[in-house]
């Protein structure tokens, strides 16, 4: 039986002419991404601010007014109090309190006790300022660190014009990711930093098979101008890119939908992750090429291979 195919093998695209547009656009959203999260900053979980996070379920709906009197009459200072989910799941914050530890399980102790035996205290986190800190630096640290193995990884296996197209396209992934992050004000916590780590090798991997293939091409077009040849490499793994991220996507939206409360900040960083990694594999680091220019042989190996066929042809 033959298989169906989604994209046709003669799938002629004009992405190039697109990639104007695309750099044009991608250039506003990285500014505006930067220039909201210089603003407003990141929401910040207790994994990085410390503090203290208290999940509880009531009888009912919960009165978010009533609860949040109640909490604000203990003098712990200022405390943010949301749904989790469903109506009668509650999600209460609580700065970090002056003492150390012994003063944090004080505040834990006077929310029970305030609140009563009709509310369900279903989980308590505490992290101390110092591991807040650590938390934070650490998470940078994986990010950074991640992007300069791609770099070192795309440098060594290709050509430097290369590892420029494909810093720019993780970069381009990142920042917009954080900047989307800041204007729907996700909770950013270790789980967030996690699904980054992840948009990284998953926008690595698109990028290294869009490359692969101008390789490839490089060496086998001599004469087509390098504008033609990575449109057409561009088309020639558009099946793939476009397959492989509807298939990531299902998967991710079932775990968004049925997931619960508490994977839903990772499964929507990563959904909006595949979408913007597929889009930046095409109109950002493939034109960069184009831009830096690349030369058609780039190895040692390259050249002695084709000195030798030109002395078996003679």
């Not at 095409?282 to 830096?292: D, M, R």
């Not at 030369?295 to 190996?301: L, N």
Request: glycine share 10%; hydrophobic share 50%.
């Amino acid at each position: 039986m033959r298989g169906y195919r989604f994209i046709p093998d003669d799938t002629k695209l004009p992405f190039m002419r697109w990639s104007r547009f695309g750099f044009f656009l991608s250039g506003i959203m990285c500014a505006l991404s930067i220039f909201v999260f210089a603003t407003f900053d990141l929401n910040y979980g207790v994994d990085f601010k410390g503090g203290t996070l208290i999940q509880i379920q009531t009888q009912g709906p919960a009165d978010i007014g009533k609860l949040r009197e109640d909490i604000g009459s203990l003098g712990l200072g200022d405390s943010e109090l949301q749904e989790f989910g469903k109506s009668d799941t509650v999600l209460i914050r609580l700065k970090q309190q002056p003492g150390g530890d012994a003063a944090q399980q004080a505040a834990v102790a006077k929310v029970k006790e305030a609140l009563g035996t009709g509310v369900e205290f279903q989980r308590v986190e505490v992290v101390g300022p110092k591991v807040s800190g650590e938390l934070a630096q650490q998470g940078t640290i994986a990010v950074v660190l991640s992007i300069l193995a791609v770099v070192a990884y795309i440098w060594f296996r290709f050509e430097w014009q290369f590892s420029v197209g494909a810093i720019a396209s993780l970069l381009h992934d990142v920042i917009l990711t954080i900047g989307l992050l800041t204007v729907l004000r996700v909770e950013f916590n270790l789980s967030i930093i996690a699904a980054i780590l992840t948009i990284v090798g998953y926008s690595l991997n698109d990028t290294v098979v869009v490359f692969d293939r101008i390789r490839e091409f490089l060496r086998k077009y001599k004469t087509m101008p390098l504008v033609e040849l990575i449109e057409y490499s561009l088309n020639s793994t558009l099946a793939r890119t476009i397959l492989t991220s509807i298939t990531t996507m299902v998967a991710l939206t079932a775990l968004y939908i049925f997931g619960g409360e508490v994977i839903r900040g990772f499964t929507f960083t990563m959904l909006w992750g595949v979408i913007i990694g597929t889009y930046s594999s095409i109109f950002v680091a493939a034109p960069v090429l184009i831009i830096l220019g690349t030369t058609r042989e780039w190895s040692g190996e390259a050249k002695k291979a084709d000195g030798e066929k030109a002395l078996a042809d003679r």
